[in-house]
């Protein structure tokens, strides 16, 4: 029974050391926070290259960058076939549209980051493409809520995550939101993380990058040097 559950969980041990990232169940929603310039969206995009490496589906939104940049990027960390990627484009150009890049993944755009209802329809599209494609596991990545913060008010992006959540936990995904600390205040904060189970901090002391993981079931674990 315990091999069952093994291969039941997600394994993100590899790319981030933390024992209590070697058995991620399903559904489970983590924030990997810290300043501006500690790597969030670099630690993001390994975790979905890790995944593609295993098999796994991977479905990222992004709101800043192309989704094409977003691709080669990930391609530097991973060979996987292209149909097991899908990015949501949240840039705005252009009214939301579809189209499959060289390689296979798939590109979805929309207007701008506040236009969430086209970014949930993108995201369902994706999803419906994962299970066509015979993909039962996978990652999704958003990067970040801080500037969709920007466009639309924290009570707003909570739903958003909320319902976010639930889908990716009805998808047996596991989802990675990345989000700047330095740019909101506490109280915002502390509303956000009430949609994750877990949370990555990143920090910058004395010239070196330092990552803790919090929840899970666990106690913080010490900061160590990244």
């Known amino acids: 029974m315990a091999e ?33 310039m500690t790597g969030k969206d670099r630690l ?19 709101t800043s960058g192309t989704a094409e940049g977003f691709v080669d990027d ?5 060979e996987f076939e292209g149909r097991a990627l899908s990015v949501v484009d949240c840039r705005g150009e252009g009214s939301r549209e ?6 296979g993944s798939q590109v979805h755009r929309v207007s701008d980051p506040a ?22 596991r996978g990652r ?3 990067t970040s809520l801080s500037t969709m913060l920007t466009y639309t008010d924290e009570k707003t992006v909570f739903k958003f995550c909320h319902v976010l959540a639930s889908r990716l936990d009805g998808a047996g ?17 502390q509303v956000l993380k009430q949609n994750f189970d877990g949370q990555v901090q990143l920090r910058e002391r004395e010239g070196q990058r330092e990552v803790r993981v919090r929840g899970l079931g666990g106690d913080p674990s010490p900061w160590r040097v990244l």
Do not use: M, N
């Open 173 to 189: 995904f596991v989802g990675l939101f990345t989000i700047d600390e330095s740019a909101h205040d506490q109280q915002t904060l």
């Open 74 to 78: 990930i391609r530097e960390r991973a």
């Open 4 to 36: 069952a559950a093994d291969r039941d969980t997600y394994d993100l041990g590899d790319v981030l050391d933390a024992d209590r990232l070697r058995a991620v169940p399903p559904g489970t929603a983590l924030l990997i926070s810290g300043p501006a």
């Open 115 to 136: 236009d969430l209802t086209s970014i949930g329809v993108c995201i369902t599209e994706a999803l419906e493409r994962v299970e066509v494609g015979g993909y039962d």
């Open 98 to 103: 579809s189209q499959e890049l060289e390689g």
């Open 140 to 142: 999704f990545g958003l």
């Open 44 to 62: 993001l995009q390994s975790f979905l290259a890790d995944g593609l490496t295993r098999s796994e589906a991977a479905l990222a939104v992004t």
